[in-house]
Every structure is written in structure tokens, then in C-alpha cells.
């Protein structure tokens, strides 16, 4: 799974599908920052081969090589090697990239070399929060495994490996629930065990096919992070996924999840989990 879909060697083949289902149709494009490019984590058969460059080529037909392939991790299991991007800063030149619709080529030492799906390379309002970065207009969804999926889903977490996705929509007001459990003493007394208030969100976006792999296992993730503008990031639990194809490109993805405060009776402070 991979946040860009690769191609090896260009021959052209899928140049029509990229420019209509990336470029023409607004709602389905990645885009990232002008100092970081999309995350991803790509596969292919092992050939043993290194990294020579990685550049960045335009729609337009300009092209920045950057300055240093060391932030793109590869290693390999003996069947299959792999290429993973964390969402590290980039530069060409010792500057940040230029803006506008382009595509990763990577530039192997036997020769052959990978063509990513176009993506937009845009300025953006970032700030941090403890270690991540959060792009500040978007509503984010972050989340990470401690362990690897079978095969059909494999993706492999290294240590701090975390995919961050930012998306021009809002979660729609949520429905909320409380629940108090307890016990009543013989005067009638009630003591509380437990009281939970719930908020169950729902979010809708609309993505292509490599966005639908990914978002579809997003249940099976232990750890789920959101954040939206105004709000503090918060742990997402009850994940549940939804989805209906537009078309042969666009899908509509429905993600539905639930951020739970809880008070133990007999305590002052608020734990959000």
C-alpha cells in the first residue's frame, strides 16, 4: 500500500490515465507541501539495486533533482525491495521545490526507474504538534501499526513510521452519547464506576484507487490520530469505513469513528483515550 502508485520504466502507457485522473478531475489529487512530499512506501521484485536520484519532474516538462536521496529508505527481504518516504523535509538546490503538478521519477543504479502518479506541490499553513506536522486548513488523519499486514495489505512500519493524510474536509457535527455505570447503596446513594460521553463523527472523501487500499484497512490500525482546524489532536476509536464508487476513477470514502472522554468516579480529572 502506498499513498502514490508507481510505474517502472515509463513507456508512456499510462500518461492519458495519470493526466485525466489526476490533473482534469480536481477532487482526487494529492497534493503536499513544497518541503514535503506525499509519504509512501512502494514494493517491487528484488534486483539488489540503489537509489542514484530522485527528481522531481513537472507537468510542465521542468525538472528539480534533489539534493540528497537519503531520506528515502530502502531495504530488502530477499524477494522484494522496498523504497519508503516519511514525510522528511526535501530540498533541490537548497531550496524548497517549486509549486505546481508533478510526479516522482526515481533513478536506480541498474538503470531502471520508477514514474509515481502526478500530484500538486503546493504552499500550505503548517504548524507541529509534538512531532507531527499538521497542515492547518485540512482535517488530518494520522495512524500507525505495531505490527505488519498479511498479504493483499502489507505495509512494513519501521520504528516511527506513521502515514499522515490531510484532506479538504470536515467532520460533520457529531451525534453524542453518555453513559454512567454504578451502583445505588441501600440510602440511595449513587456511586459511579464509570461515566463515558461519546462523540461518534463521520467524514466523506472522495479518492482513487490507491487512497481506497489504504483507507479501507484503516479499522484493523491500533493507533488513529485526527485533527481539525480549531481542535487538538485526539486519539480516533471505533473506526468504521464505508465507501461507493463514483466511477472507474473516483470513489467516495466514508470513514466513521468516535473520540470518548471518560471520568472514573472519585476522581477529578478528565482522561480523553
Known amino acids: ?20 485522473h ?23 521484485q528484488s534486483t539488489g539495486a540503489t537509489i542514484d536520484n530522485i527528481v522531481i519532474e513537472y507537468f510542465d516538462e521542468h525538472e528539480l533533482i534533489l539534493d540528497s536521496v537519503l531520506v528515502f529508505e530502502t531495504f530488502s527481504d ?4 522496498w523504497i519508503i518516504y516519511k514525510e522528511v523535509e526535501v530540498e533541490s538546490g537548497a531550496a524548497a521545490l517549486d509549486t505546481g503538478l508533478a510526479r516522482l521519477r ?19 499553513n503548517t504548524s507541529e504538534d509534538g512531532d507531527r506536522i499538521v497542515y492547518d486548513d485540512y482535517f488530518n488523519i494520522y495512524f500507525s501499526a ?5 498479504a493483499g495489505y502489507r505495509i512494513i512500519y519501521q520504528t516511527g513510521y506513521e502515514n ?52 479501507a484497512v484503516l479499522p484493523l490500525h491500533e493507533y488513529v490520530h485526527v485533527c481539525w482546524p480549531g481542535m487538538e489532536m485526539q486519539q480516533a476509536r471505533n473506526i468504521e469505513f464505508e465507501y ?11 470513514i466513521h469513528f468516535s473520540i470518548v472522554n471518560l471520568k472514573k468516579g472519585g476522581c477529578d480529572t478528565d482522561f480523553d483515550i
Open 164 to 215: 499522515h493524510h490531510a484532506f479538504d474536509t470536515l467532520p460533520v457535527m457529531p451525534d453524542s452519547n453518555y453513559v454512567a455505570e454504578g451502583e445505588t447503596d441501600e440510602a440511595q446513594n449513587e456511586y459511579y464506576e464509570l461515566q463515558s460521553r461519546k462523540k461518534n463523527y463521520r467524514v466523506e472523501i472522495i479518492g482513487g484507487e490507491s487512497l481506497f487500499d489504504m483507507m
Open 78 to 81: 530477499g524477494t522484494w525491495d
Open 22 to 44: 489526476y490533473h482534469s478531475v480536481v477532487p482526487s489529487i494529492l497534493m503536499c507541501d513544497a518541503s514535503y512530499l506525499v509519504p509512501f512506501c512502494m514494493n517491487y
Open 244 to 254: 461507493d464508487w463514483i466511477d472507474d476513477y473516483l470513489c467516495r470514502i466514508i
Open 1 to 20: 500500500m502506498t499513498g502514490l502508485k508507481f510505474y517502472i520504466n515509463d513507456d508512456g502507457a499510462h500518461e492519458y490515465y495519470d493526466t485525466r
Open 146 to 150: 505495531t505490527c505488519d499486514f498479511s
Open 106 to 124: 526515481i533513478e536506480m543504479s541498474d538503470g531502471d526507474e520508477f514514474y509515481s502518479d502526478y500530484f500538486m506541490i503546493c504552499d500550505f
